[in-house]
């Protein structure tokens, strides 16, 4: 028998996640699981930058590369490839010599930004005290270590 108890969280934030557990439960198919699917991709490394990157205006192959820093031109390819086959961002080929390329978000890449600003924030915020803990912890590893 489990005990319940008062939540500190906001009522939508317990919604959803108790709706999320309710619908994990006895779940083996981790494949069709909206929410493993779409966090396994903005959980890349690069996911993240690029669509923030993107979050003001289209770029071009160059500047994303610049904006995003240490990429490599392979990963950024892939990146873009996999985040326009999930309908996040948009490609553009213009009819020039050469042809010129942008990259661009669409309306549901868009739609992502406000949950993905609040991920942010967090982090920022919490840098600092998850640095202090990680070091705690290894501090700890250390010393039961020997």
């Known amino acids: 028998m489990t005990r319940t ?4 969280l906001p009522d939508e934030t317990e919604a959803v996640l108790r709706d999320f557990a309710v619908q994990s ?35 071009r192959f160059s500047a994303l ?3 995003v820093g240490d990429i490599s031109k392979r990963m950024l390819t892939q990146t873009l490839r996999t985040l326009e086959r999930d309908g996040l961002v948009e490609r553009t080929v213009y009819p020039t ?10 309306a549901l890449g868009r739609s992502a930004l406000n949950p993905l600003a609040s991920l942010i924030g967090w982090a920022a915020e919490s840098h600092d ?18």
């Open 5 to 8: 108890h008062a939540s500190n």
């Open 25 to 59: 439960e006895g779940k083996t198919d981790y494949a069709n699981c909206p929410v493993r699917d779409v966090l396994d991709r903005v959980g890349e490394k690069w996911t993240l930058l690029i669509l923030v990157a993107l979050a003001e205006e289209p770029k």
């Open 65 to 67: 590369q610049r904006d």
């Open 97 to 106: 010599k050469p042809p010129s390329v942008d990259y661009r978000l669409t």
């Open 129 to 146: 005290e998850i640095r202090a803990a990680r070091a705690e912890y290894d501090e700890r590893e250390v010393v039961g270590a020997w």
